[in-house]
């Protein structure tokens, strides 16, 4: 976490917010379904806003986040939006929602306790015939480990990266190590590596997971070579908020 909020600043270099919007297409699309007018959306783990940038102009939206550097970025980005800091595998809200969005944040959850915690979140927090998506950013049918690179300039920093995702799958785990080689405005040039580890779970377990936090329908899309879970909360399934 202290490198994720040390590199807050770079973020928008990284994955510009621009690079959010051929993908927010079907993510708005999967979240709208069965709801009129401008549904209220709960975004759990949403960073820097970069994706909740293009699903604004169609939601009413709540972003939420461990981090303070992240969520002051999104302020900047999106200063219609509410923001709030929270954990998305304890957060508890006094209110609900249409809709629940939990993107490549929920690739963080390591463990099967901590993914059903956060369903579970996802699950207490939506109204009747409301709509979860979590999109993680590998399930074990279609983990493809490789490299990418990627980076901007800005007006007066600029950064690359190198992800290399190892292939070893470790239980519920896989490793990715990024290089950051980072140009501060004055011209200066600093290199730094970060190693994460983070989930990955099989859609057997997902299915299972999902059941156990409270939804019923669960529906698995196919988005971008990934795959995505559109989960609607069981009747009577809503956990006391």
């Known amino acids: 976490m202290r490198l994720y909020d040390d590199l807050a600043d770079w973020w928008p270099l990284m994955s510009p917010p621009a690079e959010y919007e051929a993908g927010s297409v079907p993510v708005a699309r999967l979240l709208s379904a069965g709801a009129a007018g401008r549904p209220r959306l709960l975004q759990l783990g949403a960073g820097g806003g970069h994706l909740a940038s293009h699903l604004e102009t169609r939601f009413d ?105 190892q292939p070893m799958i470790r239980r519920t785990t896989y490793e990715s190590d990024f290089v950051y080689l980072l140009r501060e405005a004055d011209g200066t040039r600093r290199v730094v590596h970060d190693r994460m580890v983070l989930g990955i779970f099989s859609r057997d377990t997902w299915a299972r997971l999902l059941a156990e936090a409270g939804f019923g329908q669960v529906v698995i899309a196919e988005e971008s070579g990934r795959d995505v879970f559109q989960a609607w909360a069981a009747p009577g399934s809503a956990t006391s908020i």
């Open 61 to 165: 939206m709540t972003l939420v986040d461990l981090s303070l550097r992240m969520l002051d970025g999104s302020r900047r980005l999106n200063p219609d939006c509410r923001h709030l800091t929270g954990d998305m595998r304890s957060l508890r809200l006094d209110e609900t929602f249409d809709a629940v969005l939990v993107f490549d944040a929920i690739s963080h959850m390591t463990t099967e306790a901590d993914l059903l915690a956060t369903m579970r979140t996802a699950c207490a927090h939506l109204t009747p015939g409301g709509v979860a998506l979590f999109c993680p950013d590998w399930t074990v049918e279609r983990f493809v480990p490789g490299a990418s690179m990627g980076g901007i300039d800005g007006p007066e920093r600029g950064m690359r990266y190198l992800e290399w995702t």
